[in-house]
């Protein structure tokens, strides 16, 4: 059963916007957070975004200002609106919800930044 379904990703031009969602299976019970993290290759996964059931927010401080994460709680969704994009933006990106004592993340998807 698929838990976290993700869209949005590809490939945009520097300067370029694009936006990526991922809805969490109502399956998932209690999830506190949603967000997406990152990982290019050779580097490490990092945060780049979440927001709380409450609306709270977390960004990378690469990301401030021109990326905003949004969710829509009856639906178990998050949308994250990215703009202004740079090449170091290129990564494989994870929506990820977290639940009680566990996480669940998504398959990936590719963004790739480029001219």
């Known amino acids: 059963q698929v838990q976290l379904v993700e869209s949005g990703g590809g490939l945009v031009q520097p300067g370029g916007s694009l936006r990526l969602s991922c809805a969490a299976s109502?399956?998932?019970?209690?999830?506190?957070?949603m967000g997406w993290y990152r990982q290019a290759p050779g580097k490490q996964r990092e945060l780049v975004a979440t927001?709380?059931?409450?609306?709270?927010?977390n960004y990378a401080d690469s990301v401030k200002g021109r990326i905003t994460i949004s969710r829509d709680n009856a639906k178990n969704a998050v949308v994250l609106q990215m703009n202004s994009l740079t090449p170091e933006d290129t990564a494989v990106y994870y929506c990820n919800a977290q639940a009680p004592f566990k996480d669940f993340w998504g398959q990936g998807t590719q963004i790739t930044v480029s001219s």
């Open positions: 109502k399956t998932i019970f209690s999830i506190s957070t």
């Open positions: 927001i709380t059931i409450g609306g709270s927010t």
